[in-house]
Nanobody, 114 residues
């Protein structure tokens, strides 16, 4: 088991919803800027949503109004609730403490079919 455990990905149709989870069994997520990145085949890693230590949340324009990032300190888990999914959301999603990108592990795959 790696430092992060990401789950919740899957295959849905356009308009569907998924909730991604990221837990950190070996360390606390508190005190770090956190975020979710995604990488589609042939594309660069891109930031989808972030939550900094002041509670400021930002979203990529492509997901505003559809995705919600949240953090549960008691569960030491970062979430990404995704609604109204589109085929262009298809990617591997990575949780990223410290906002370092898609380098924390294998991520969780989201596939949206039309």
């Amino acid at each position: 088991e790696g430092p992060l455990v990401e789950s919740g990905g899957g295959s849905v149709q356009t308009g569907g919803s998924l909730r991604l989870s990221c837990s950190a069994p070996g360390f606390t997520l508190d005190g770090s800027d956190m975020g979710w990145y995604r990488q589609a085949p042939g594309n660069e890693c891109e930031l989808v949503a972030s939550l900094d230590t002041y509670g400021t949340i930002t979203y990529a324009d492509a997901v505003k109004g559809r995705f919600t990032i949240s953090h549960n300190s008691a569960e030491n888990t970062l979430y990404l609730q995704m609604h109204n999914l589109k085929p262009e959301d298809t990617a591997v999603y990575h949780c990223s403490p410290g906002l370092t990108g898609c380098d924390w592990g294998q991520g969780t795959r989201v596939t949206v079919s039309s």
